[in-house]
């Protein structure tokens, strides 16, 4: 189950990238699970990782080999298992996938980054993983995007990608990426997985700040559970190949700036629509807050709210919920009188009570619409900010039930 229609974008090749995705049947006999990224000498790499104590051995190793390298010229990716809460034995799993990979591209095992997602706890097959890499090899493609993006995926319902072509002084520049994620989705860095590609010449410390800045406005503004997975992850290569530099000081750095955010926070509301068991996608704005952490604060406390949630689920516009929830999110000085609460355009709630204007019938075809808006104005500043979630239904609760069955 998900929101909206599935995509059909054609994701454009980025000059400097190939991709090959095969099966190893790491869970599922047949499904496609690895995925190798094939980066161009020279390509220099940023990556935002998973804050979470228990940060799975994959995470461990792309730090070390981010830390230790200058390039990066491989990106491995398994599915079906996360290789997190496996140890030093999960470290030296990830490391063999790494020096295998090395091997058979001729670079430094330090220039392989791994990434993996699935179940927690459980060993990786490195046998099977590290005799599908050559496989991995021969079906190295620039045009395979789309195969790619079904290949990382564990619990979604369908893949996740997009492109921009941006004109830069003139000249073509390609952004492409892609993602996975539908379940454990709180992020604090990023979340998930998402692997980002473009043809540009940047520098590497504006890349990151760039990145950084989209991750921010993007997937920092989902969440499915409240849950900030182990394995986390979101990385952009930046091959050059184009020819084209982006100055960060011109218009190009703010056109480059704009378009990464903007495939971000399309990745970010795949994710969200293709949530477990979601049925609606929910945007949560909270307008005249005093500052944006405080904007923040409020509106995840609305998010991830299993009481709104479950009403959204049943198109109940149970507004109380939603009072509740600005309630309790630690604004210790509020003035609830100077709060007001609307379903999208229709005050539900201000002066501590229900709005005189409000009518059931009214709010009742808001909350039941495919895309719900909520929108609370705290009435103490001019800081704001959306938060993108979705509801929280009976398949939820059985997909997660069963993940491991």
């Given at each position: 189950m998900a929101v909206g229609e599935r995509s059909a974008q054609r994701l454009r090749p980025v000059a400097g990238v190939r991709l090959g995705t095969v099966a190893v049947g790491i869970r599922k006999p047949d499904r496609p699970d690895l995925v190798l990224f094939e980066l161009a000498e020279g390509t220099h790499c940023s990556a935002l990782l998973t804050r979470n104590r228990f940060r799975a051995a994959p995470v461990l190793v792309t730090e070390q080999h981010l830390a230790a390298s200058g390039q990066v010229r491989y990106w491995l990716v398994n599915t079906g298992c996360a290789n997190a809460g496996t140890g030093a034995q999960g470290v030296r799993a990830a490391l063999s996938c790494a020096r295998r990979v090395a091997e058979q591209g001729h670079c430094a095992v330090s220039e392989v980054l791994v990434f993996s997602t699935g179940v927690i706890g459980e060993p990786l097959p490195v046998d099977r993983i590290v005799e599908a890499v050559p496989q991995a090899f021969a079906e190295l493609a620039g045009d395979a995007w789309e195969a790619a993006a079904c290949g990382i995926m564990t619990t979604d319902t369908r893949p996740k990608g997009t492109s921009r072509v941006l004109n830069i002084a003139g000249q073509p520049v390609t952004l492409t990426g892609i993602a996975k994620g539908a379940g454990m989705i709180r992020p604090d860095m990023a979340t998930m997985l998402a692997f980002l590609a473009t043809d540009a010449v940047l520098e590497p410390d504006w890349a990151a700040q760039a990145l950084r800045a989209a991750v921010d406005a993007s997937f920092h503004r989902i969440t499915v559970d409240g849950d900030t997975s182990t394995n986390d992850a979101c990385v952009l290569a930046a091959t050059g190949r184009s020819g084209v530099r982006v100055d960060a000081a011109e218009d190009g750095g703010r056109c480059f700036v704009a378009a990464l955010t903007e495939v971000c926070q399309s990745l970010a509301r795949a994710i969200v629509c293709d949530g477990e068991g979601a049925t609606r996608l929910v945007s949560v704005d909270v307008i005249e807050a005093a500052d944006a952490a405080e904007a923040a604060r409020v509106a995840f406390t609305i998010a991830e709210s299993p009481l709104v949630k479950t009403a959204v689920f049943a198109g109940d516009p149970n507004w109380g919920r939603i009072l509740a929830a600005v309630g309790r999110a630690?604004?210790?000085?509020?003035?609830?009188?100077?709060?007001?609460?609307?379903?999208?355009?229709?005050?539900?709630?201000?002066?501590?009570?229900?709005?005189?204007?409000y009518q059931e019938s009214q709010a009742v075809a808001r909350m039941s619409a495919e895309e719900v808006r909520i929108r609370v104005a705290l009435g103490r500043g001019d800081a704001a900010t959306r938060v993108w979630t979705c509801d929280l239904s009976y398949d939820y609760i059985k997909i997660n039930a069963e993940y491991r069955s």
């Open positions: 630690g604004v210790a000085d509020m003035d609830v009188d100077r709060v007001r609460i609307y379903l999208d355009d229709l005050c539900v709630a201000e002066n501590a009570a229900r709005s005189q204007h």
